[in-house]
């Protein structure tokens, strides 16, 4: 969990990321923010992120992120 | 029958809501399928057989993935992991080769429709130098309405329906009222499955609140197209279609017109294609959100078309920028390259196709492309020039939500957006640039008030017009922006209040609407698209 | 229950706001007809004449203004007649331009010309017309809505009209000969056309007027077919037809001078032998007055002094 937190304050820094549930619908976080996220997430959890999972409910909160990459290391 | 017709909204909408209303709930669904069909074929006529056999093809590949789907977890029931991850790919790869068939069949009817003359014409010019002959002959080809709206739509369902976002419809009269639905159809927006399908499906009671909701909607719509949009057609016309003729301010003008004629036009049809789906209770996702507030290229493009943009971002952009291709990149590029290039060549390589794809879609035109490269370009160069951007606003102590700055921002933004839309109208590339370079020439700010602008068509009386309705929108853009709707507030109002508002809104519509004498109906520009 | 007291209230606030500011901007119309543009004016200019002051009613597309000149018939014959002719016009605009003319008129003869009677821009194209001619009708807001501008903008007086006339003396001619070979083929009317012609029939009875179809020469518009296809109608609905088209050289038209555009339009000269031709048939088979020394009509008679000098200056 403080990877991912780690991550998204090396994408943008000025967000409090631990409170934050809107990233993706408050428009925090561009599409490209979205492509860097998933490239350091599958460098560091050793995953492998596809389209069908990029989706808001994914990405709008780390905790969501986590569950996200919880789930795809389970697979 | 287009959406602004007085026939539409005055007496096909009223019938279907009758007809509508007294079907038994469960099978409303089915009246309005119907009135979609009749609607296609009232515009189309025999084409519809275009509409039906995208339909047939939709659903059942649909139908196919869902069984593979099903077969797949089947067969991992007594599975351990090791043979699971082998089921999986092995379905995949299937489910991935059914799909593509889908696909490629649907936009094979699309780029043929579309597409085949255009290469035809670059075809032959390229045979010209080899002197070869080419065995193909242009032909008039006619369009089935909304097509490329729907083919889109059509793609989408399909792969939510790979991914497993969603269940394979199982009614194949459901997948086409998904895809047909009426007052989407010739302009979008363009749909998902998820967002719009329940709603169409659930046949609400019509009620009291979305009727009146639906055509106050309808009637500002029919103000922005009506009384701002077709009035601006008239110089836009004069000034596009005989650009040799003109030079300087007027060329800006005619973008700037020509930007506000089409954001009028599209967005009031918007307004009253959100407005007729809210009679039935159905709520379609906006298209706009107030464009002209954008600060950036990128941003303009998530407030501007937004359903296009979305459809892009979601079937092209994310799959492209997950693909093994992308990938291999950015592991090649961390270590060889550093983050910085690495990213700018991730998002060239994710945009590009988005970009080409917008382009194309418009249609079959170079223009068109260069208008898709333009914002590729433009796009790029903001991502590419972000970092450095970032340090000289801290060092030089700017705040990015400075009143000022931002007011900067929005007019480079503006500049951007009319520059566009001038090749986005021109009558192809080299009228294009033909245009902007004689926007240079001679530019006189004389030119404002010595009359050139009342030579356009357009009399002093039409331009205080123009100018009141584009205040009346941005007035309520406003209100929009900061999150409300003058709809809502109005209904908060004493009846007297919010009565008066209404008549105002109709006989603006009907005393300064530009129809009849001295004006030509203006077809719906996107309808073409 | 409440819901449809107020929705009941609502539309008839409509109703009657739209009621009056129709009756307001109609009344506005008529004293502007001069400066109306475009397709509206007849509806306003027809309204503006004199009440019961017009014998003869012409209705039709472009070729019926450009064929049919009334200070003719007034000179040669005293005829009171107005020419409520629009470029293109639909038969559903025939119909209430008829209706309009009916409120204030009561003409003993109403001439059409037919080449609007195989005008067809389709189902959808009809019905959308008749909604909207009778909407335009009934509310007349809707016809003259641009009136506005005349305010801001000011009058300006379009080109000069003579009871529905003007004058054309420009020369194209047509020369690609016989145009009205025979043949027993007949063209198709479209049902919009003979559902509006009962209806005009019926207003033509009420009103006490004779119903007169003329085609007028037309080389681009006309052939045998139709021909063919409105005597067929009138011998049917038991109506006078005349097609010049076949009565070439007993108007003495030459297409080498008479015609405006390559044999779509008569210009001034095909319309004074057109109009002479009509005005001699007129008087032999209508019962209809001689106005010319009837006090009541000495503005035409002013109005005839001006359209003799104008024609002199056009052809000269």
Known sequence: MDKILEILREIDDSVDYEKETELIDGHILDSFGVITLVSELEDEFDISIDAVEMVPANFNSAAAIWEMVKRLQEN | ?529 | ?316
């Open chain 3, 1 to 316: 229950m409440k819901i449809v007291k107020r929705l009941i209230l609502f539309f008839l606030i409509l109703a009657i706001l739209l009621a009056g500011c129709s009756a307001w901007i109609h009344a506005e119309a008529v004293k502007l007809a001069d400066f109306i543009p475009g397709r509206s004016r007849p509806f306003a200019s027809i309204a503006a004449e004199r009440k019961d002051g017009i014998d003869v009613i012409v209705l039709g597309d472009s070729e019926s203004y450009t064929s049919v000149s009334p200070m003719q018939l007034w000179k040669e014959q005293g005829l009171s007649s107005y020419v409520c002719g629009q470029p293109g016009q639909k038969i559903q605009e025939t119909y209430f331009m008829l209706k309009t003319a009916l409120q204030s008129q009561s003409p003993k003869v109403v001439l059409m010309e037919t080449n609007l009677m195989f005008r067809d821009p389709g189902p959808v194209k009809n019905i959308q017309s008749s909604f909207a001619e009778t909407a335009r009708y009934h509310f007349p807001l809707l016809r003259f809505h641009n009136l506005w501008k005349l305010m801001f903008d000011g009058k300006k007086p379009g080109e000069a009209v003579y009871k529905g006339f003007s004058i054309r003396s420009s020369v194209d001619p047509f020369d690609s000969g016989d145009y009205m070979k025979e043949t027993e083929e007949v063209q198709e009317m479209p049902q919009a056309v003979t559902f509006y012609m009962e209806e005009i029939m019926e207003l033509c009875r009420r009103s006490g007027a004779e119903l007169f179809l003329v085609s007028a020469p037309s080389p681009k518009n006309y052939s045998y077919r139709k021909h063919n296809a409105i005597e067929n109608y009138a011998k049917e609905k038991g109506l006078t037809y005349v097609d010049l088209n076949l009565k070439i050289k007993e108007l003495g038209i030459t297409w080498q001078k008479d015609s405006y555009d390559k044999g779509d339009h008569l210009n001034l000269y095909g319309a004074q032998k057109v109009t002479r031709w009509l005005g001699t048939y007129l008087k032999q088979n209508y019962e209809l007055t001689d106005h010319r020394n009837d006090p009541a009509y000495e503005d035409w008679n002013e109005l005839s002094k001006k359209y003799e000098e104008a024609v002199k200056k056009a052809s000269a």
């Open chain 2, 1 to 529: 029958m287009a959406y602004h017709a007085a026939l539409y909204v005055f007496v096909f909408l009223p019938a279907c809501l009758v007809v509508y209303q007294a079907a038994p709930q469960k099978h409303r669904w089915k009246v309005l399928l119907g009135i979609s069909w009749l609607f296609f074929y009232l515009i189309s006529g025999k084409l519809i057989v275009y509409l039906i056999g995208t339909t047939l093809l939709t659903h059942y590949t649909g139908i196919w993935l869902a069984l593979l789907k099903e077969k797949e977890s089947r067969a991992k029931e007594h599975a351990d992991r090791a043979e699971k991850r082998e089921i999986k790919k092995k379905y995949q790869k299937q489910s991935r080769e059914v799909l593509a068939i889908g696909v490629v069949l649907l936009l094979a009817v699309l780029v043929y429709l579309k597409y085949y003359n255009f290469f035809i014409e670059n075809a032959s010019i390229i045979l010209d130098w080899t002197a070869l002959p080419l065995p193909l002959e242009a032909k008039q080809m006619v369009l089935p309405i909304g097509i490329s709206f729907y083919t889109l739509q059509a793609i989408g369902y399909m792969a939510d329906v790979y991914w497993g976002k969603i269940r394979a419809e199982e009614n194949i009269f459901r997948t086409a009222l998904f895809l047909s639905f009426f007052p989407q159809i010739m302009e979008g927006p363009i749909c998902r499955y998820a967002d719009t399908a329940g709603q169409l499906f659930e046949g609400k009671s019509l009620a009291y609140e979305n009727i009146s909701d639906g055509y106050v909607r309808i009637f500002w719509g029919l103000f922005k197209k009506k009384v701002v949009a077709d009035r601006l057609s008239v110089p836009v016309c004069a000034v596009f279609e005989h650009y040799g003729d003109y030079h300087g301010a007027v060329i800006a003008v005619a973008a700037v017109a020509y930007t506000i004629q089409l954001y009028m036009e599209f967005s009031g049809c918007m307004d009253i294609v959100l407005g007729s789906g809210k009679l039935f209770g159905i709520c379609l996702p906006e298209n706009f959100r107030q464009p002209f507030c954008a600060k950036s290229a990128a941003e303009f493009w998530r407030r501007w078309h937004i359903s296009l943009g979305t459809w892009f971002k979601t079937y092209i952009f994310y799959p492209v920028s997950m693909s093994g291709i992308v990938k291999r990149w950015n592991q090649f590029g961390k270590k060889h390259a550093g983050k910085y290039v690495t990213q700018l060549g991730v998002s060239a390589m994710a945009l590009f196709p988005v970009w080409l794809c917008n382009g194309l879609w418009h249609g079959a035109r170079w223009s068109y492309i260069f208008y898709g490269m333009y914002y590729f370009a433009l796009i790029l160069m903001g991502i590419a020039v972000k970092p450095g951007r970032d340090r000289i606003l801290k060092v030089c102590h700017i705040r990015e939500d400075a009143v000022y700055w931002r007011i900067i921002q929005t007019g480079k933004t503006w500049v951007i957006i009319f520059t566009g839309e001038l090749f986005f109208r021109a009558n192809g590339l080299k009228a294009g640039l033909s245009m902007f370079g004689s926007m240079f020439d001679g530019f006189d700010v004389g030119q404002f008030w010595d009359g050139t602008m009342l030579n356009l068509g357009l009399s002093r009386a039409d331009l205080v017009i123009v100018a009141a309705g584009c205040i009346a929108v941005a007035v309520v853009g406003h209100f929009r922006e900061q999150g409300g709707t003058v709809n809502g507030r109005l209904g908060k109002a004493p009846t007297p209040v919010r009565w008066f508002a209404y008549y105002a809104l109709i006989f603006a519509v009907l005393i300064f609407g530009a129809y009849g004498d001295g004006y030509q109906a203006v077809d719906l520009i996107y309808a073409g698209f």
